[in-house]
């Protein structure tokens, strides 16, 4: 069965770091671009970051360049998110997912994980 | 406020065709694939079109998408109770983003 299964949510404080990591079952993962989306309570969904199959390539949401960083360890079948100088406003559900196409960008996501919740909080 | 604008809300009795709209610019929807995502409360997004107008295999041809200029649309047709939800448009932006539309919530009356 295809699945991604995230991990590594927590409480952390204002300023802190944490490492998600999104685990990868059922499919060719390293021909894949992986996505992290997020969504805060009450609110929509929101981009993050994604990367490309071979880890070439990554992109980042404004709200968290420079903060954040994405990568991937095809050998394990895991992609991870480092999230650095953590703020009340990163406090969501964050979704790990994967593109429909192999060897694409594009924003087409056809997985998802159940998630894993980051809470920021003093 | 998202930079792709959809309508708050919609609404159409069981049965009946709805639309979305999803409005852009020439720097996301003019040239680029959109994709449409149906989120149920307290579950994941899910794909319901990719590409303008494909449909994943398991979404049934109710779901239908459309893409002119720089505005997208999703039609529902044989509206059933378990189309509530909210339902977002996607799609790269020429900032190297991806960006989601503000989401609309479908009530079936």
């Given at each position: 069965e295809v699945q991604l299964v995230e991990s590594g949510g927590v409480g952390v404080q204002p300023g802190g770091s944490l490492r998600l990591s999104c685990a990868a079952f059922?499919?060719?993962?390293?021909d894949y671009t992986i996505h992290w989306v997020r969504q805060a309570p009450g609110k929509g969904p929101e981009w993050v970051s994604l990367i490309s199959w071979d880890g070439d390539n990554t992109f980042y949401a404004d709200s968290v360049k420079g903060r954040f960083t994405i990568s991937r360890d095809n050998s394990k079948n895991t992609v991870f998110l480092q999230m650095n100088t953590?703020?009340?406003?990163?406090?969501a559900l964050y979704y790990c997912t994967k593109g429909i196409d192999s060897g694409s960008f594009r924003p087409s996501m056809d997985v998802w994980g159940k998630g894993t919740t980051v809470t920021v909080s003093s | 406020q998202s930079v792709l604008t959809q309508p708050p809300s919609v609404s159409a009795a069981a049965g009946q065709k709805v639309t979305i709209s999803c409005s852009g610019s020439s720097s996301n929807i003019g040239n680029n694939y959109v994709s449409w995502y149906q989120q149920v409360p307290g579950t994941a997004p899910k794909l319901l079109i990719y590409d303008n107008n494909k449909r994943p295999?398991?979404?049934?041809?109710r779901f239908s998408g459309s893409k002119s200029g720089t505005s997208a649309t999703l039609g529902i047709t044989g509206l059933q109770t378990g189309d509530e939800a909210d339902y977002y448009c996607v799609t790269w932006d020429s900032s190297l983003t991806v960006l989601f539309g503000g989401g609309t919530k479908l009530t079936v009356l």
């Open positions: 059922g499919f060719t993962f390293n953590l703020t009340t406003e990163d406090t | 295999s398991g979404i049934p041809d």
